[in-house]
């Protein structure tokens, strides 16, 4: 118990596994997977170790969150690799209010503790690699995804999908340093 009387929120405490560099030489598709990887491991080291009150911290003037990119971030994943790839819906993006909160992912991250976010980001990391591991076993990157690209109306490749998932966790990487610096001083990769 802190002294509120109330016990705080568990710390993320599962600790990511080693992160290693991709692979310098392989096929597209090992280089492609390795980056990502790379990546999704980095922001597991930017939120290791943080509670609640961590995971909420804002720099301001910006309302982002390291436990609200934790949760975009699986969003994302469930985005590409399972509604516009699969052309399914999954919990609990589907049944979330986005008329009434563009930003729920980011905004409902708060009321998450640090283990649900964490969980649901796994859950999410999970999916997509069955998914990948089916797609490239049954054709490769050419593959077109069942959903058509909201903004195009055109199919996109898996090759397109894996280069912007590392585009966007590259991208918000870079929030998470300077989240994570305020929160407690880490840097580095």
């Given at each position: 118990?802190?002294?509120?009387?109330?016990?705080?929120?568990?710390?993320?405490?599962?600790?990511?596994?080693?992160?290693?560099?991709?692979?310098?030489?392989?096929?597209?598709?090992?280089?492609?997977?390795?980056?990502?990887?790379?990546?999704?491991?980095?922001?597991?080291?930017?939120?290791?170790?943080?509670?609640?009150?961590?995971?909420?911290?804002?720099?301001?003037?910006?309302?982002?969150?390291?436990?609200?990119?934790?949760?975009?971030?699986?969003?994302?994943?469930?985005?590409?690799?399972?509604?516009?790839?699969?052309?399914?819906?999954?919990?609990?993006?589907?049944?979330?209010?986005?008329?009434?909160?563009?930003?729920?992912?980011?905004?409902?991250?708060?009321?998450?503790?640090?283990?649900?976010?964490?969980?649901?980001?796994?859950?999410?990391?999970?999916?997509?690699?069955?998914?990948?591991?089916?797609?490239?076993a049954a054709g490769g990157l050419d593959q077109?995804s069942r959903r058509r690209h909201h903004g195009?109306?055109?199919?996109?490749?898996?090759?397109?999908?894996?280069?912007?998932?590392?585009?966007?966790?590259?991208?918000?990487?870079?929030?998470?340093?300077?989240?994570r610096e305020a929160v407690d001083g880490a840097?580095?990769?």
């Amino acid at each position: 118990m802190d002294g509120t009387g109330t016990t705080p929120a568990p710390a993320l405490d599962r600790l990511t596994p080693q992160r290693t560099e991709p692979p310098h030489r392989a096929d597209e598709a090992g280089t492609l997977l390795g980056f990502l990887d790379f990546h999704r491991r980095t922001l597991l080291l930017k939120t290791d170790g943080l509670d609640a009150d961590a995971l909420r911290h804002r720099l301001s003037p910006t309302t982002m969150t390291l436990g609200g990119l934790l949760k975009h971030l699986a969003m994302v994943e469930d985005n590409w690799f399972t509604e516009v790839w699969l052309d399914e819906r999954v919990e609990p993006w589907a049944s979330a209010d986005w008329a009434a909160d563009r930003d729920w992912e980011w905004t409902s991250a708060a009321d998450d503790t640090p283990d649900e976010l964490r969980a649901l980001w796994d859950a999410s990391v999970a999916r997509s690699q069955r998914t990948l591991a089916e797609a490239l076993a049954a054709g490769g990157l050419d593959q077109e995804s069942r959903r058509r690209h909201h903004g195009t109306g055109e199919p996109v490749t898996l090759r397109w999908i894996l280069v912007h998932m590392i585009e966007e966790y590259a991208r918000h990487n870079g929030h998470a340093d300077l989240l994570r610096e305020a929160v407690d001083g880490a840097t580095g990769e």
